[in-house]
């Protein structure tokens, strides 16, 4: 390689947590093998904590055995952590999704939040096809402080979801859809353009993205010093 | 002008009604106001009923007296109807719609209706942001046979009733939004990649449409050689 | 596994068959072999019939052979029936494709049809680029009640049959086609821009959602209290 | 203005049609009166043959009363031609449209053709919706050597008839239609993704474009040295 | 009109204030003055109080006199609000836009909050092509509980404000630009694909939902039985 | 397989090429090795002439034997002829192409044409940014009755060609590109958005259609009974 | 106006000209003219040079006659330049344009030149449809240091021209064009999809972002310390 | 094969460096082995230097091994040179790329340079999402001729850095992102949408356009006769 080029390499922003307030993450896809082993071993190293998001169960077979045995790995979500995950006492967040098929990215939501020492209850397959499924856990969803409805296809639950509670409403399309339905861009306008009002919205299939905006609110609740 | 173009003029096609059922009409978007008169002179001359759409008023305003005189012309739906209207006794058809702005849609579909001699019955203003509202009325939307929902936006009602009802479900998106819910796209796609199966829809703004839709299904109730 | 993060287990909504009169059906493309074992095994358990969409081949080899023997699986559709199907003895349901590639989504009519005791007769192959084709078998096909199209590319079938009958036509486009009619859109944007009045229309190849819409429309035809 | 920009004068090419055996025409649509005023007596001074399109009522009233009535103007098809029109014996020519609304540019491609000396026959209101009325004038059709087809809204004309003639079929899409069919492109991409073989399209509204298709088509039975 | 027709009129839905502690509002657009009017003497009888949005100078000059002197109405935002404004001591949002012509719909924003009883304070024109502008104010923006940020043609403020700030940030993209930012759909999807982990978005243009939005954060800072 | 589906079997139309002087071709792509097996023996064993489209090699090489035996297949065209090739004297069409990436299309072109006993020449690798090579050989195209011309990316060929040429130029946009230009819909969008007058387009990478459609217009050069 | 709503005022930039080396410039579209007077008032008042692009007949006319006075207004490019113009004695930038429609662009990348003391060389109506009028004035174009390229339609001026010169290449894409050329998104995607390499491009209709590139670019050849 | 259709064969146009004062390139992407091997060949025979792009390791690993051994490739930005590299003593290109998956084509970018003799200096990771990590490395950007900035996902570094320095900006967007920004068209649009003045941009992840804008401009300073 000419002298040029140096290597690709990944520098952490170790430095983010203490300015922004939120978490250092790694975004797996696209990444080489080799590139997330460095970076896992820089971490491990520094005795950081990490978490890895989109991570595959391919590529996580190709780490190396220590960077494997150092990370707790959740194959639905395709997310991994690094070192110890702090106790979160109370679910302050809802995860509400539609159905099976969402639960990889509602999984990302709860692992996002875990990871920050952040509790949350998966409210599944509650899609508004079946509306007495929502119904009836209403009352469990309104005892969070925030809600995240992660929804694909078309997306109407979070225009119902969120005239029916009146905490903050966070939506994370999903792909999960064919059609007219396909790539998350319907339930992601569907999102944006709800006749309920305050819907808010992430990226489509961004877990991650729906968690940080979660944790973003939160931290409105402890004391103001650390906001 | 030249001798190898005719003057335009409409041929009404007046077999078709018996031939599918369904009746003649005119859309009056885009035709000049000579048109429609022509149109609707040789009509009045052979004692023919005549359902005009999308008729504005400025353009009704600048039809001639006598053609103004013989039309019964509602200007929410923007519709006239040429001819004595067939008696109606029972509501059939449930029309459904989301917001107030989603009126003219659903008038359009009670006019087409009224003048092919099927009743509607029109319940306005159940958006599912205040699901409530949808809720005190379901008994009575179960009532028909066909049941008419139209809604722009997000067009989350049309998964929501038909999760709700086993009668047909015909969506009837409609302009009504802006930004990423302009021009009615977002509610046409919500209703055909709905999560709840067996939604139908026609074009937006289609409330003609929606009609003679709902007028195909209910020709099967009908004795048989009718159809 | 985090505790907070119970088994993906997909709850089947067994009263909904009661409730709307249509049948339960699982959407296989997107669950992993063990999620849809689960269900299968849960519901042989159960002794309930069970239709499965969207069931590759591949996939379907990999579930157990417990679950290949109870199923009525067809390779062209990737349908799966588990329990009896019940006697069909007419057909009321036209299902009129356009091309030999449309054949798939045709059979998931049909199929889904079949799951529910109905009958239907597939009327193949008669595109309007050879318009005889369609013209030797009209009488044929206005012999149903209802009438399910299925076409791809531009979709002018929709039109073409639309104008010939005055039968509910529920237009079904697909997937087939290349450049401009890449993915369906064009065959389902000509569905609903139709110039023939009281087309409906599914989601693209969504062959299980058409069927649907004609089972809702042939509940009209049972005694009342049945709807 | 300063003296580094010259006024904007239109240079009109009249060479052209010595090269390519295609008219010289001017396309009104964006160019000011006073730029429309000058090109027409420039050519007038010049004895010069010319056609004008998208020359609208309003614009053609606010030109100089010596360029008006220099020019044979049709409202309809909104273009005029300066100067004496070619003797056009025969119809080689057949302009099939859909509806009564694509009558302007089923107009424009016969006033193109007329300005070239070309014969054209205007075959109107054959839309597929009514397929018999096409039917009717099949044989008419077939005479022609070349067929220029115009349609907007969902654009099945254009696959129906290709299907049925063996000469060339050129497609003129017309944004005629709303909702999905808004625009023209839902008529356009038909016309492309036809399934029937051989449909070459020209740009939305274009009539001048079709008929200068056709006119490339004829010079080829012109004796050869004329191509 | 026909009896089956009755008077389309608001129904207005004063209990959603108590049910979700998001106040009412009428979205002007699309209603007609007589719609409106009414809906305004209603509220007056009832001595509610009303927040009016997207009502445009020239409707507002057409209400009836009694319904304007007893609006506050303002030009830029175009918003209306019928009786008395709380008192709001504190700023807990910073409004910050980009451009000058993004100042309506900031203003917009602070009008919600305004109505609702929340101070705002507006940080205007530090559009990120003078990044200096924003620097300049970063430390004022941080004392701010909630960042609403607005900004049209290429969105990029929302990225960079993000990774300045730890507060919740809720873009609110405008319609400001034109060519491949025309529509706001660049500034609206800058948003949502942000590089800065946790911006959410509201709808185009949609200053009254990302006030609400910042509404239902807000109200977790209020002791927990009013949430 | 239930009694209700008959086995998928293709229903060539061999009466179409008489019907429409336009030969019969299968489209392999999204057919099944034993369907196409079935149409090549069906066709062989009637002795008829017939011509394969998109058939990759991978799908040729696991059809039988004899039907390998039978076809004369083209690797780059991805095309089979079973059957005898018809003598094809003078070359007619000129087959222009912009660069190498487009040779599979523009043989297609050719092929299709060599099926009907029509010449054809190749002029390959003379895209416009190098216009020095397109100008080398403008002579030669112009010896042609027609002119196909192939190109990806921003299609420019298919303007500045049809400005040099008086003979019919029908447009086959190839999918050849990236970024904006992935696809194919940016040449396709050129082709028809050209500011040369008369030049027609096909749908992408639809080199069968194009040959075709320069077939109908060679048919016009016969003598008037076998058009 | 509430107190918590200053005036909406424009602070002008006057020291970005010296941070970046480009001049200080007002989009006036979507600007009151009560905003446009302030701030050209303001900039007299400091004895300012001052840019104003997109200033419409209509608010031109509708300014403070001291204002309009003080103006160097050009309708055609709809430009208005405030105090004296730099003496810019050669011309060092070719304005390439392809029909006259594009003329206002044109003249926009001009003024903005001029504005900066930057000659410029108008080469008017030299678009590919007639590749001799482009071949004609090719020496002259080939003596400037940047040239500015401005096209609608198909822009296929881009390629062609960058495959002739050596220089950098700025595209300008105009709206010009209708139907699938409409909005200039053609254009622009030609531009970028460009076959021939190192053509860059800005936004649709930017005549005054194309000339700010051609500032930078030029900036370049002065001493550099200027840069 | 059939004699009309002569092997594809690349003819490399060998003048244009001297014409156009830009080097030789191949696209390897849609090339097949064979064809790549028979330009290298060719090129080595005549002692030719030339730049192979989108190259991909696999493809590279079946050439032959002779060509193999002639290349200087590298892996990253999938490039491969043939022949000498010149000496490039100083770097006048500042290469600014956003995020670790940039770097494939930031590294295009340099390749490409470099083949050309023309020194580049990376700066990566310098995404505004971290602002300080730009700004921490303004001083060595800006004392760089040209800026090439390579960004994907919603591509606010364009905005962002063109109105932090005085040179050429080149925006050179990436495919990098997911969801609203999968594909780089959000990237893309940001680039042009830009509210910084002067920004131009190329192709979605075209490094060697980027690099060809460059060197176009780096031209300029040579002496004038060389331009």
Chains 1, 2, 3, 4, 5, 6, 7, 8 share one sequence.
Not at 4 to 31: H, I, N, S, Y
Not at 144 to 170: K, Y
């Amino acid at each position: 390689m000419p002298a040029e080029f140096p290597d690709v390499q990944a520098v952490m922003d170790w430095e983010r947590e203490a300015r922004t307030g939120l978490c250092e993450a790694v975004f797996a896809e696209g990444k080489t093998v080799a590139c997330l082993a460095g970076i896992l071993e820089n971490a491990a190293a520094q005795s950081r904590r990490l978490l890895v998001t989109r991570l595959s169960t391919e590529v996580f077979g190709r780490l190396p055995a220590a960077s494997r045995d150092a990370l707790d790995y959740d194959e639905v979500s395709r997310t991994a952590i690094l070192g110890p995950a702090p106790h979160a006492p109370d679910a302050h967040v809802a995860v509400v999704s539609a159905g099976m098929s969402d639960a990889p990215v509602a999984r990302e939501v709860g692992r996002t939040l875990q990871f920050a020492g952040v509790g949350a209850r998966q409210i599944a397959d509650v899609g508004v096809a079946g509306l007495w499924r929502l119904m009836a856990r209403l009352e469990e969803i309104r005892e969070h402080r925030v809600v995240v409805a992660v929804a694909g296809m078309e997306g109407a639950l979070f225009s119902v979801l969120a005239g029916l509670v009146s905490a903050p409403v966070i939506a994370v399309p999903t792909s999960v859809g064919y059609g007219v339905g396909s790539g998350g861009h319907l339930a992601f306008h569907s999102a944006l353009g709800s006749c309920a009002p305050g819907v808010v919205a992430v990226n489509i299939d961004n877990g991650f993205g729906g968690a940080q905006a979660a944790l973003r609110i939160l931290n409105l609740l402890r004391p103001r010093d650390a906001a």
